[in-house]
């Protein structure tokens, strides 16, 4: 079942392969975004691009401290994350989603509590 991931108003990617594990989402992302670019869109890129690095640099023998996400505050947190199952069912997700594949790869997300 696919679900869409969504920035406000903005399309962000599809996901596919969705499974839950103890209240946190997993799936596989794929952007593609419908909009042009424009200054959020490249904020947005910006973030996926940096969760990738974030990811990969954790097995390096001095992983990052967290705290660099707070250079990304503007997009998380702010309750504008969201994502819509095949049933038109959109729920809000908690701070933000990890993009853990960058642009395609693997995505996991919780759900705000309502």
Known sequence: M???LY???KYIGRVVEVFEHQGTFFGQFQFETNREMDGETERLLQFIDFCRGWFE???SSS???P???DSFADLIGN???TILDESKKQDIIADAPMFNGGRCGELSWILATR
């Open 2 to 4: 696919s679900h869409y």
């Open 67 to 69: 705290s660099l996400f």
């Open 57 to 59: 640099s954790q097995t």
């Open 7 to 9: 920035f406000g108003q």
């Open 79 to 81: 309750g504008r994350w």
């Open 63 to 65: 992983p990052p401290c």
